[in-house]
């Protein structure tokens, strides 16, 4: 069995999907749930680990509860978020909690930053983006993994209960690394099993595919001690903008939250598209939507399913050239960002309600600071870039 | 270089000397303390690492922080007392902060408990018996390893600076072990930095000769971070009452402090004498106090080192016989033993000015009925067993 690290760039789903031994989500199952959501529909959302028994216990009025972790080294970028938004869907639909660790330590022992403090400013920002998405104040518990006691203890306990040989197994670690890092292990099974062993509820964890190895040994572990095995539902990739995977280490390839409109343009502006060489190829032959990143992206962050139709008609009939799918993905991604730095200086005067522990008030108030003059930036370079806020 | 597992019951303390790399602890290092105390004189606190310069510092006004942990996984016996007595003498000769970790998480990760929980009795418990020998509350910090966030926090900040290779050699770990023992080595460290880390005060760690390769562990990931490395004093072990190393697990090797007069009695009657088979024999023949358990106690607990010499030399002449020997040992312990609950009983009420943290008030109170159970005890048994306490 491959490990994580080694898969960590597989973009062959289906082959994924069998050598991980989870289910696809099939419709018959789509159809059990009360509502859909756009990246259930489009198959961005498409794989899973005993999610059609947690909605079948929902149904019969078991409350579970969503888990989702996030490692702060660096602003969110777009991916990011457009997984918190699904959390969101599932906790507005299935009315559940959210907890929501900040891996401050897993960031540590594998050297994304110099010291445990460098982390947190992230943590909260991180946090305070995800919370600005519509979190349920009062079932949204955000907690930075070094500053939550339960945290520590509950790793430990289940340390007993795995051997390094599974930890070497599904991480590919080598007695050349930390202890820290097999250690993380146990912190991040900690993170998964925590709603459980606190609170006593299941858990649903979204997760990218590749990260499926963490969860199976969570799972085995949650055997072992006798509680109910974390359910999990997978994604694909979104690509990056220049056809390779986002990265924080490549700029390019991503946008992020803090990219100002220039930033966010100029990225756009040298993705990889799906256009001819020429104008005239391109009204005479038609460009190529499959194999094109900003159709992609307007498709996942802009377009309804509808209307993504429509457009990859037009852009295979020649109707339109690849100029006009840049600006319409410039414009919606600036005003959705331009939309949510606004509601995050709204939740940044409550960040204290979302997190199980206290906050550093002196670190939101430079992550105050930092929304208003990026709001400001926004608004100072509408006119100049021709963009109706 | 064996490691510490393989050499716990080595008792050729030269060889271990040799071994380990340490000093011993010479006249000349004796004469440079401002007092003495009788485990440095008898030679039973013997070798060190870089005492001499802790020392040499502190007269140059330097303060020094005392660090000296306990698994909390039993009831204390006569061997740590002697262990937290001399630490007490410490404390008030240097005049310095003692820290002292109660490593619940260790006894959980090694499997001596059932649960972390398990272990929390017996933190409180022996924290309060360490208490009770006259440790300074103003200047004397217990924290239970698993209650205090900065354990977790530093651990991982010095988890970056180790391998897995070097814990293997140091602990003799094989990969069917569990990651927490793993950690446990950076748990460890944590508790013989922290009071470097937190409060910039170099650490000196009284420690078993045996234990000696997790102070070198720690001495080079200090050095590694740029910390003062941690000083230790080195002790040999007391011989169990049947010759053999006390332990927990076999209850006749030692006395616990929570044994009552009949139990005491009874282990120091079938305890391992130097005498001879008959009385006729003894008077003749005279008894071998150097191969006698109940002198070394005696010589250890009860006596003065003169008082011992005079002991010696009687026991040798065929003077006095093994029985009495036996009764002098029983009077000494069962009315130090009295002593010590009575002291316990008053540093009870007072619990939470000797911790960092919060205690567990439910459990002292656990503690404080046994505690008075016990001194009932003694005084019912008095009469009995001819005891004057």
């Known amino acids: 069995m491959p490990n994580a690290n080694a898969l960590e760039k597989i973009t ?12 696809k ?30 909605i079948a216990q929902w149904k019969k009025g078991e409350k579970f ?10 602003a969110l970028h777009l991916g990011h978020l457009l997984i918190f938004e ?17 891996s401050d330590d897993e960031k540590y022992v594998f050297r994304k930053v110099n010291t445990l403090k460098d982390s947190l400013y992230y943590a909260y920002d991180n946090a305070l983006d995800i919370a600005a998405l519509g979190f349920d104040e009062r079932d949204t ?6 500053k939550l006691l339960d945290v520590y203890q ?18 590919g670690f080598s007695d050349s690394d930390n202890p820290g890092k097999y250690f993380y292990s146990c912190i991040q099974a900690a993170h998964i099993l925590y709603p459980t062993w606190k609170k006593g509820f299941r858990s649903l964890v ?6 499926d190895p963490y969860i199976r040994l969570s799972r085995d572990i949650a055997e072992r001690i006798k509680l109910p095995k974390p359910a999990a539902i997978h994604s694909k990739y979104l690509p990056g903008l220049t056809g390779e995977p986002m990265s924080a280490s490549k700029p390019e390839t991503a946008i992020f939250i803090d990219d100002d409109p220039y930033q966010i343009k100029s990225k756009i502006w040298r993705a990889l598209t799906g256009g001819q060489p020429t104008i005239k190829e391109q009204r005479e032959k038609g460009g190529n939507p499959d194999k094109c990143i900003v159709f992609k992206w307007l498709e996942t962050f802009v377009l309804t399913p509808h209307e993504a139709l429509e457009w990859k008609e037009k852009c295979r009939s020649g109707q339109i050239l690849c100029g006009e799918c840049k600006r319409k993905l ?10 949510h730095h606004k509601s995050k200086l709204k939740v940044i005067s409550k960040a204290e309600k979302y997190f199980i522990h206290e906050v550093d008030w002196g670190m939101i108030e430079k992550i105050e600071e930092k929304e208003k003059a990026l709001i400001e930036r926004y608004e100072e370079s509408a006119k100049d870039l021709n963009l109706s806020l």
Chains 1, 2 share one sequence.
């Open 154 to 171: 509950l790793a430990i306990t289940l340390s007993r209960h795995v051997t390094l040989n599974e930890v070497k197994a599904v991480f």
């Open 12 to 23: 062959d789903y289906d082959r994924l999907v069998e050598i991980f031994g989870v289910s």
């Open 330 to 339: 410039f414009e919606g991604l600036a005003r959705k960002l331009y939309e």
């Open 25 to 54: 989500i099939s419709k018959e199952l789509l159809k059990e749930l009360p509502s859909t959501h756009k990246l259930l529909e489009i198959g961005y959302i498409f794989a899973h680990r005993d999610f059609d028994k947690l």
């Open 65 to 74: 509860a969503i888990l989702t972790g996030r490692g702060p080294s660096n």
């Open 141 to 146: 518990n955000f907690f930075i993994s070094s």
């Open 206 to 211: 979204p997760i990218a595919i590749d990260q």
């Open 86 to 102: 699904f959390v969101k869907w599932l906790q507005d639909t299935f009315k559940v909690p959210v907890f929501i660790p900040l």
